[in-house]
Every structure is written in structure tokens, then in C-alpha cells.
């Protein structure tokens, strides 16, 4: 690993571990990342009931992955990053794939895709920090993903949640690859 790597995420591990004491002893809310450590769901409220508002939960979301990758794969590709901007490429792909499925769903059920929204700005910053992000982001979608699954009996949903939680776990293994992030756990 190079060495202005291994600078940047040690500093950012300090940083996390710093303010992530910091937050428990003021007794705040926990971050994701606190969250999934001790095994707490980020996701497990706020979870839609209504097959059609799950549709168009998840298509804001994957809306807002690909403004975001888009965003990144731009900031990547001028820092000269070209194996993660091509990876960053490669999952727009897939994102973009889950929008047009997701559409074509909520259409086909007499709803209106234009409802959905991205629940963020993307964030964009030096190519560590974007891959951190990115993984953690991904980690955060497993679980809504899996919240949406248990929420609805729904086939289409159980079909869409099923081979989006394989994509999104094939994305962080991608993520883990480049040698930035720690491998994830298995779940």
C-alpha cells in the first residue's frame, strides 16, 4: 500500500475513533459505522409498508447511487485513479440497471417514478475518502435492502431485494479489492 495511503487511513481511523468516543461519552447518536460495529440497525425504522412506496424508496436510492458514482467516477478520473474510476464505471452500470428495473416496476403497477428521490448530494473528495464512503454507503444499502425484503411478501420486491443485496455485496468485494478498505465480515 502506498504510504500517503496508509497516512490518510490511519488519520482517518483516528479521527473516527476519536470522535466515536467522543459521541458515546455525550451520550449521541451513533453513526453507521458505531451502528454496524455493535450490530444495531441503521435501517430498521422509517421501513415503508406499502409494496409501492418500498418500490419507490429503493428507486431514489438507487437514483441517488448513480448521481453519486457519477460524481465520483468524474472526481476519479481526473485525479488519474483509473482502476477505481473504471470500477466506479462498472457499478453506474449496475445502478443504472436497478433504476430502469425499478421503473419499469412502478409503472407497471399504475405508479409514478418521478416520485422517487435521491436522499443525498454526492459526496466527492480525494480517492480514498470516495472508496471509504462508497463502501460504507454500500454497507448502509445491504441493510435498508434487507429491511425492504422483510417488510413485504411482495414477489417483485423479494425478486428485486434479492439480486440487488448479491450486486451490492459483489460491489464491496470490488471495493475491498483495491486495497483501501478492510475486507467486510461475513454476514
Request: cysteine-free.
Amino acid at each position: 500500500m502506498h504510504m500517503k495511503v496508509k497516512v490518510w487511513l490511519f488519520a482517518l481511523l483516528f479521527l473516527v475513533f476519536t470522535f466515536g468516543l467522543a459521541a458515546q461519552e455525550e451520550g449521541q447518536e451513533q453513526r453507521p459505522e458505531q451502528q454496524r460495529e455493535t450490530g444495531q440497525p441503521e435501517v430498521a425504522q422509517d421501513v415503508p409498508k406499502d409494496p409501492m412506496q418500498i418500490l419507490i424508496t429503493m428507486l431514489g436510492m438507487q437514483k441517488g447511487e448513480v448521481e453519486e458514482l457519477r460524481a465520483q467516477a468524474k472526481q476519479l478520473d481526473d485525479l488519474g485513479d483509473d482502476q477505481a474510476a473504471s470500477l466506479w464505471h462498472r457499478m453506474i452500470a449496475d445502478h443504472q440497471k436497478a433504476v430502469n428495473t425499478l421503473t419499469d416496476l412502478i409503472k407497471r403497477r399504475g405508479g409514478d417514478p418521478n416520485q422517487a428521490k435521491a436522499p443525498h448530494q454526492p459526496v466527492v473528495g480525494t480517492g480514498v475518502e470516495m472508496i471509504r464512503h462508497m463502501h460504507e454507503d454500500h454497507h448502509n444499502a445491504v441493510e435498508k435492502l434487507r429491511a425492504f425484503r422483510q417488510a413485504t411478501s411482495d414477489p417483485d420486491i423479494q425478486n428485486f431485494t434479492q439480486k440487488a443485496i448479491a450486486t451490492t455485496t459483489k460491489h464491496i468485494e470490488w471495493m475491498e479489492r483495491l486495497g483501501v478498505v478492510e475486507p467486510s465480515p461475513t454476514p
